[in-house]
């Protein structure tokens, strides 16, 4: 074990692995630089003639951009490589965050491997994408949950302003009604919403702060999307009976028999995920039992209930997740009171590692997908079954991911009302033992 923890479970050993899968990344993106469209879009989003473009994004989502087109001037070929060293830049600080303290916490060393092997297998859309900058500051505000929680709740208006989603994870902030520090977050969290939304106004005016809001009413079934799995694989056997191609959504989207049920289940769905947050926000508003490691947990359900429900799954929403669960894996051994539990200790544990993995050979599925082989699940259909039945694995594996995230909010939850009600128990005892004194005198 010594010689083990000495190759693996030390600074050197985690940059080293760190340098050698993203030079393995940047071979991947090098040989197949597709994927720069999108970067291309921002490019021309910030600087180009047309007003529309990029009006689907938040305007604070936009603000990476803005700022490297700042530096870069008007020159695309360097933006694309400008681009991806700055999501570089980001991911090398996020590992810094997970590694620290790794002195007193040996579960350090687990989250780096799982983000350093993460980043790689997820393929160019890692680099070449937004959606690397609201993931990291959602993992930022988990990470601060603990001691600075007022913090974190600015950093997660932070990120809902950048890509709306974060925003229904607000309801894991709620504590109870008569508790000063739960106001307190919930006061943190609208200020800085409201100051954000403020710089959007007075800069760009109403109309882009809810550009974002009426974009996402107007999309159709994305064919990578959960609910529309099950089209996207008969189709395969059945290639005139769907319609896919690229929308006005600038998404591909599939459309026949079926499709419209499926959107208005996804819309049900959807209803559904935000009715339980809600819930579980009203519940902690009368019961209270706030804590940092069920919050964390109630983050991670969320992401992946909202990635299953909604009508567009593209394979950078991977990305949504895999930071959360880096701070979830890198959390001090559980406290003390817990570790008088061992069986869901280790159930606990199994669940993180399950979902580890799972999330790895997921972005897997996904960089096989797209971009190499994406032509076969809309163009070429009924050419290659291969990418057909990653694509179904991919979303398969993600709501086992949900039902094991469910399993870990609910062991979180159980040891928090465990540890509650021996809390009180304690403290009723003292309070009634003078009176037992005063009994037996």
Not at 29 to 38: A, E, N, V, W
Not at 77 to 103: E, P
Not at 305 to 329: D, E, G, M, R
Not at 408 to 421: G, K, V
Request: proline content about 5%; hydrophobic content about 55%; some cysteine.
């Amino acid at each position: 074990m010594p010689v083990l923890r000495r190759l693996f479970a030390t600074i050197p050993a985690m940059w080293t692995a760190w340098v050698i899968a993203r030079i393995m990344l940047g071979f991947i993106i090098f040989r197949d630089h597709s994927p720069r469209g999108d970067v291309a879009y921002y490019f021309y989003g910030i600087l180009g003639n047309d007003p529309s473009m990029m009006t689907e994004y938040p305007h604070a989502g936009t603000w990476p951009v803005e700022v490297l087109t700042a530096l870069i001037g008007d020159h695309i070929d360097a933006f694309y490589i400008a681009f991806v060293l700055m999501c570089m830049l980001v991911d090398a600080l996020f590992l810094a965050l997970v590694l620290s303290n790794h002195h007193a916490n040996p579960r350090v060393w687990i989250a780096g491997w799982f983000w350093i092997f993460f980043g790689t297998l997820t393929g160019q859309v890692f680099y070449m994408r937004l959606d690397i900058f609201p993931a990291l500051t959602v993992a930022a505000a988990a990470a601060c949950l603990v001691r600075w929680p007022n913090i974190a709740s600015a950093l997660l208006a932070f990120a809902t302003t950048m890509k709306l989603w974060p925003g229904v994870l607000a309801a894991g902030l709620v504590g109870r009604f008569s508790n000063r520090k739960s106001w307190l977050r919930l006061l943190s969290f609208f200020t800085a919403l409201v100051a954000l939304c403020a710089i959007t106004v007075v800069t760009s005016g109403w109309q882009r702060l809810l550009s974002p809001l009426t974009y996402q009413s107007d999309r159709g079934l994305q064919i990578e999307s959960v609910f529309a799995t099950p089209f996207v694989y008969q189709a395969f056997y059945e290639p005139t009976r769907w319609e896919m191609g690229y929308a006005e959504s600038k998404s591909f989207e599939i459309s026949g028999p079926g499709v419209d049920q499926a959107i208005a289940w996804s819309t049900y769905s959807m209803s559904a995920v935000i009715a339980f947050a809600l819930a579980w926000a009203l519940w902690r508003f009368l019961a209270g039992g706030w804590n940092p490691r069920s919050t964390i947990a109630f983050f991670g359900v969320m992401i992946l209930l909202l990635i299953i429900t909604n009508k567009v799954f593209s394979p950078q929403y991977i990305v949504w997740f895999a930071p959360l669960l880096a701070v979830a894996l890198r959390q001090p051994q559980m406290s003390e009171h817990q570790l008088k539990h061992p069986r869901t200790h280790r159930a606990i544990s199994i669940l993180m590692v399950s979902l580890a993995v799972l999330t790895l050979v997921t972005a897997a599925l996904g960089s096989y997908v797209y971009p190499s082989n994406y032509n076969f699940i809309w163009a070429q259909v009924g050419v290659e079954f291969a990418p057909v039945a990653a694509l179904a694995l991919r979303n398969l594996l993600i709501v086992i991911m949900a039902a094991l995230a469910l399993c870990w909010l609910a062991l979180e939850t159980w040891c928090e009302a465990r540890a509650q009600s021996k809390h009180s128990a304690a403290q009723q005892h003292l309070a009634e033992a003078p009176i037992a004194m005063d009994a037996r005198d």
